[in-house]
């Protein structure tokens, strides 16, 4: 069973940095490919950012392209998805979610439909 626990969000000004974290239990890390998603109030959830499951091939929309990245790390027994977010802008608002899905490629995944396994989300505010 597959549980993503999301955390990081909070309040922000413009132009500040936030990091969101995932924890993720999984019984084989290496073989899931991960995402971050996020939706604004009024709006349908969108594609942040996404990891094959090496952790080698990543994702970005682009209107985050340069300013946030994605990680996949193994800590000890811990595992953790990291979503670096630099250069905040107002319209990052969202609540943003970490999706899993196991996989036996090398592919990243952009949509929702393509993932199994979704958290509660973090609530990320960006003030101007």
């Known amino acids: 069973q597959v549980r993503l626990v999301e955390s990081g969000g909070g309040s922000v000004q413009a132009r500040e940095s936030l990091k969101l974290t995932c924890a993720a239990s999984?019984?084989?890390?290496?073989?899931?490919?991960f995402a971050w998603f996020r939706q604004a109030p009024g709006k349908e959830r969108e594609i942040v950012a996404a990891?094959?499951?090496?952790?080698?091939?990543?994702?970005?929309r682009d209107s985050v392209k340069g300013r946030f990245t994605i990680s996949k790390i193994k800590d000890g027994t811990k595992n953790f998805v990291y979503l670096q977010m630099n250069d905040l802008r107002p319209e990052d608002t969202a609540v943003y979610y970490c999706?899993?899905?196991?996989?036996?490629?090398?592919?990243?995944?952009?949509?929702?439909?393509?993932?199994?396994?979704w958290g509660q989300g973090t609530q990320l505010t960006v003030s101007s």
């Open positions: 990891i094959n499951r090496g952790g080698d091939r990543t994702y970005y």
């Open positions: 999706a899993a899905r196991i996989d036996q490629s090398q592919q990243y995944y952009v949509r929702e439909i393509q993932y199994n396994d």
């Open positions: 999984v019984s084989a890390f290496s073989f899931y490919a």
